[in-house]
């Protein structure tokens, strides 16, 4: 799979970086040890071939927490030299891979972060999508407007509310089929 | 015997209290009545009570009927009047009728049924009809605030105050009207910018001068009436706060109310304006006035910065009319708003009095070494950075008859201090040539580039565009802004070929025109500020950032850990006195905290942020 010995499988990055993040503690060097193993991966198989390798042999639908713990090490992959923030067409891409079937409005985010987010995604914009993913019908009900969501994710429900009010009539929001059972916001200590 | 007198009273009760009553109705008309016999009727059906209970009989047998047919009696008249009388006719008749039930209680009724008799007059009179009374269309209480009725005023006051939640629907109607009055300036106000804007701005800051002026007068009446017609009552005093707060927010053809405020103090405190004819006093009022409508606005820091700006360029072009007076508003403004509100004005004018000595002493040592500035009448203002708003200081090619002056000074001030360095700020410099024009000599008032670009014309006729350029090495647009104001403005001191536009271009070629003349002596040739507004805008919505961040920080380092909502309420209260920050950028300084680390979600609760030390 690996087309140099010299690169670490993904598998063992992975499962380096569930042991780091299972230990509550701050691991900020270790941490950059691995990005840098990631980054010698880049020279010869991209993020998305990475995840595509990944995701088939890791049990994502078994129990949300898992799927967590996944979801943090796609932004982690994402980072570039250290940087703390991703790169639009990045987390799109990235979105798309993961969140398939996992948020029915995957097409109507992606589609609005594309066309109005100009600066990086921040971590914290990248965590808590993926709860609001998880407590967010597809007619947006389950939003609090006074909630601490990320200002983008505030954006991008005006945005919805927008469309729907104006053709409110005929299109109802196509969202993808996607078994939606973990509704329960996990804890990182039990990996 | 006993047992007789209440067989006879039995008898007799009924009778009695139904003459009673009709005398009393009688009386309420208008009649005379014996009011001796009534009181003497009365006194039966007191004097027969028992120890135990010594007014039973009385509010049986008498008070409950009489009472009754007061409430009857009443509503009857209101319903009558309600519809036929004014606004203010009704209140009259109201009090009257309240004060003849009053007399009527002293004279001979019991002592104990005044309370509950006033109490019906005032249900049936005034509570009933409330709403109809005081909104009434013509003559209701938005008629007699409009027409100054201070009497129908403080007696629609007095006989409120007694009714039940009767002074908040007042102070609602109150707040209501001051607002609507207010909106109406503005609406005036914009639309008058809007018809004006073809006109030529010589009378630029007048508009202001006039909305604010009326703005106060609305202020003074309104204020007035709180204290005089509602007894200063804080019901009234509140709902004035937060009239004027609704309207005085708004924005007059996209400028705040902030800027125009203090447009207004700019105006009012600069030299030349008919304030200095006016009395002391009547300054000192109108500074007072002024600060108190700042209050009113929510983007207190907006009115700061405006006006530090503003403070700047006053005391830097010497424009200010009296130093005390700008003293007497900076510590208004203090008083007002705390100490950092006006820490940097107050460090300009301070920061200007040293300069100005700084000055005097130069001036001497000039006069003792008379050849260093070559003859040419010289001064800096030395300034400290930090208080002064920011200014670019571009570097040009200044003449040589400059070059003498600010070497004359570097060594003059390298002498006093050493270790400190002099940054120099040519844009906001001003210069007075001798023009030599051919029909008489006039003297021109110019800013330090405008002169610098005259100057050049004393060697050569005709200079083109890129020579000047070059010669002085000014930002192409700061150039053809100079070049603009001596070649299109009101006075061509420049001619420009070609003359036919007026818009400066690089291939552009100057020539100094010698014809020009002007009936004054004397004459200043302005230069249009750059847009300053904006700056001033991007400056504060900059501080702001900070503002907030170092609110939020605090409270969380006090706090540790802290619900989003929370965290917004308190962070808005802590800058009210400032500005109202908006949610969404609250929100978004937040973010950023998290994205920076002073700041992390709590694990158990995404809706809470943890302080991180």
Known sequence: ?191 | MIANVFQVYEKVKGKAKEVILSLINQEREGDQIDRTAVKNVLSMFVELGVQAEPLKLYQTDFETFMLENTDAHYSRKASKHVSENTCAEYLFMAEECLRREKDRATYYLDASSESKLLEKTQHQLLYVHAKQILEKESSGLHVLLRDNKEEDLSRMFRLYSKIDKGLELISAIFKEHVSSVGLALIKEAADGTRDKKVENRGNAGLQEKVFVNKVIELHDKYLNHCNNCFMGNSLFHKALKEGFEAFLNKEIAGASIAELLSTFCDSFLQKGSEVEKLGEDVIEETIEKVVRLVAYIHEKDLFAEFSRKKLARRLLSDRSANIEHEKRLLSKLKQQFGTYFTSKMEGMVTDLTLARDLQLEFKNYIRDNPNETGGVDFSVTVLTTGFWPTYKSVDFNFPGEFFVCIDAFKTFYNCKTNQRKLNWIFSQGSCHLAGNFKKKKIELNLSTYQAATLLLFNTEERITFKEISNELKLPIEEMKRVLHSLSCGKYKILLKEPENNRIISADDVFVFNENFTDRMARIKIPLPNLEEKKKVIEDVDKERKYTIDAALVRIMKSRKVLGHQELVRECIEMLNRMFKPDVKIIKRRIEDLVGRDYLTRDEENANAYKYVA
């Open chain 1, 1 to 191: 799979m690996d087309s140099s010995d010299n690169n670490t499988s993904i598998f063992e990055i992975y499962s380096r970086y569930c042991g780091i993040r299972s230990v509550k503690h701050d691991a900020k060097e270790e941490l950059a040890q691995l990005l840098k193993l990631l980054e010698l991966r880049r020279k010869a198989s991209s993020i998305v071939d990475d995840l595509n390798t990944l995701m088939p042999y890791l049990d994502l639908t078994v129990d949300s927490c898992r799927f967590a713990r996944f979801y943090d090490f796609v932004f982690f992959m994402c980072r570039k030299n250290g940087q703390k923030n991703i790169t639009v067409t990045k987390a799109i891409d990235a979105w798309k891979l993961v969140l398939k079937g996992r948020f029915r409005l995957l097409n109507e985010w992606c589609g609005f972060v594309e066309k109005h987010q100009r600066h990086n995604i921040p971590e914290d914009t990248w965590q808590q999508l993926l709860a609001f993913s998880r407590c967010v019908h597809e007619d947006l009900e389950g939003y609090d407007p006074k909630g601490a969501w990320p200002v983008l994710i505030d954006e991008f429900v005006d945005h919805m509310y927008r469309i729907t009010s104006s053709n409110s009539s005929s299109t109802r929001i196509r969202g993808c089929n996607c078994g939606d059972s973990e509704a329960e916001p996990c804890r990182s200590d039990d990996s």
